[in-house]
């Protein structure tokens, strides 16, 4: 195996990882904000349910991102490739471990408050997407870069 193709492989690895990394932690901030939620509201599972899950879709991204740049993984691959998928493995995984953590953490906000009788589902949806929108950026930019190389 060419060193280029292990540096490459080494950014998908960053890639599905972080990504990966920052979906679990926040879907687990979420779900420990539920259950603490439930005992005072547990009318509200479904909009608990729904901001719970919104951080995974990061690990999703890091998933397509390999999928996008699959097919530059061959032996044949240049330095030049290499770098460019490493890069956008990097960019990608560290985008989506941050803003999945940090929705996670907004989500959980929204979560306790709605536990606490207040009417913030659809506000918390909105501020949520917030964090979404740097993760789609930096997916629509892996796939810009995947189809340049």
């Known amino acids: 195996m060419t060193t280029a193709l292990i540096l490459a492989y080494v950014g998908i690895a960053l890639m599905i990882g972080l990504c990966g990394i920052g979906s679990a932690l926040g879907v687990t901030y979420g779900g420990n904000a539920t259950v603490g939620a439930m005992k005072k ?4 599972f479904g909009n608990y349910l729904v901001l719970s899950a919104m951080p995974g879709t990061q690990g999703l991204y890091g998933f397509l991102g390999f999928f996008l740049l699959q097919g530059v993984l061959s032996p044949e691959i240049t330095m030049n490739q290499a770098l460019a998928v490493f890069s956008c493995g990097l ?7 941050v803003s ?14 709605i536990g606490n009788g207040h009417d913030v589902f659809g506000k ?4 949520a997407a917030f964090p979404e ?3 789609i950026i930096a997916v629509a930019a892996t796939f810009l870069i995947s189809a340049a190389i």
């Open 41 to 44: 509201n547990d009318e509200a």
């Open 91 to 97: 960019f990608l995984g560290v985008v989506g471990l």
């Open 100 to 113: 999945a953590i940090r929705q996670g953490q907004l989500c959980a906000n929204g979560i306790t408050a």
């Open 124 to 127: 918390t949806l909105i501020l």
């Open 133 to 135: 929108l740097y993760a």
